[in-house]
């Protein structure tokens, strides 16, 4: 079955950066767009940046857009989100999420655990 594993979460201060990584499972990869999504507690969930299978083609929501790159290896079946100039509203557990072939990158048809990143100083 398809699986998502997420890693590289952790603790950041304001202007700082982290990278996290998704390591994908179970299902054709290079054929599928990769999206990114978080979850403040208490929130709903936020469509972050998404990906479509060509590696080249990327959307960000507009609360990450300039700070945060996208990017995938489809040799490796990985998905990463570089998280630069990190702000405390970033604050959040971060899924990694697969799009379902023909569908809108915000919606999504599996996702792993997530990774928690906080951002505080």
């Known amino acids: 079955q398809v699986q998502l594993v997420e890693s590289g979460g952790g603790l950041a201060q304001p202007g700082g950066s982290l990278r996290l990584s998704c390591a994908a499972s179970?299902?054709?990869?290079?054929?599928?767009?990769m999206s990114w999504a978080r979850q403040a507690p208490g929130k709903g969930v936020e469509w972050v940046s998404g990906?479509?299978?060509?590696?080249?083609?990327?959307y960000y929501s507009d609360s990450v857009k300039g700070r945060f790159t996208i990017s995938r290896d489809n040799a490796k079946n990985m998905v990463y989100l570089q998280m630069d100039n990190l702000k405390p509203e970033d604050t959040g557990l971060y899924y990694c999420?697969?799009?379902?072939?023909?569908?809108?990158?915000?919606?999504?048809?599996?996702w792993g655990q997530g990774t928690q990143v906080t951002v505080s100083s």
């Open positions: 179970g299902f054709t990869f290079s054929v599928f767009a």
């Open positions: 999420a697969k799009n379902p072939q023909y569908s809108d990158l915000t919606l999504y048809d599996s």
């Open positions: 990906v479509y299978a060509d590696t080249i083609n990327k």
